[in-house]
Every structure is written in C-alpha cells, then in structure tokens.
Nanobody, 123 residues
C-alpha cells in the first residue's frame, strides 16, 4: 500500500502561481511512477502530468505544457507540481497518484490516489 497526501492548494488570481506537494508513505516510493490528475466540477478527471520512478521522464497534458513543472524528491518521498501562469480553467481538485509498472495517462490504471487538494483560480 502507498498512502498519498496532497497539500498546497488554494485560491489564486489568474496569472499567479501555486506549488502542490504530495507526500507518500508505505511501500518504496522510488519504485513508482507518480502523477497529477485533476477534476473540475461537472467534468471528468483528466491527466495533468507524470514523472517516471527515476525522474528521468516527464509527461504533460497539452493544456499545461510550458506552465506546469513536475518534479520528485525520492529522498523526501515527495512529488511537486509547480503551476505558473494559472488560468481560471485550471480550477479543479488536484489529485496525486502512484503507479507501478509502465507509464500511462489513463487514470483508471493508476494504483493509488490521494484525497485531493482544491485549486481555485479567479479571473
């Protein structure tokens, strides 16, 4: 089992920045690909970003490329999502997820999920 706890969400004006953190505990953190997904009200959950177990590979949704940066610190069992130039359409609950094995951006194939943190971007 892997337990994931997100933090860092909040209310920010358009154009502002936030950094989300996801602290992991349980099984060996460095074995897992880590990802961020989000779900806006009335919409399906969507992929945002992912990072391989080593940190050597990064994946981003087209909607956040150039604005969001994902990183991981295996010594601290933590992943981060730096979000810059935020837009109102980035408003959502952001979820951290962990997946063993091959990377995929299909959320249903990820093994473990956090409870989520709310990000609200005002215009």
């Amino acid at each position: 089992q892997v337990q994931l706890v997100e933090s860092g969400g909040g209310l920010v004006q358009a154009g502002g920045s936030l950094r989300l953190s996801c602290a992991a505990s349980g099984r060996t953190f460095s074995w897992y690909n880590m990802g961020w997904f989000r779900q806006a009200p009335g919409k399906e959950r969507e992929f945002v970003a992912a990072i391989s177990w080593s940190g050597g590979s990064l994946y981003y949704a087209d909607s956040v490329k150039g604005r969001f940066t994902m990183s991981r610190d295996n010594a601290k069992n933590t992943v981060y999502l730096q979000m810059n130039s935020l837009k109102p359409e980035d408003t959502a609950v952001y979820y951290c997820a962990a997946k063993s094995g091959t990377y995929t951006n299909t959320g249903t194939l990820w093994n473990y999920w956090g409870q989520g943190t709310q990000v609200t971007v005002s215009s």
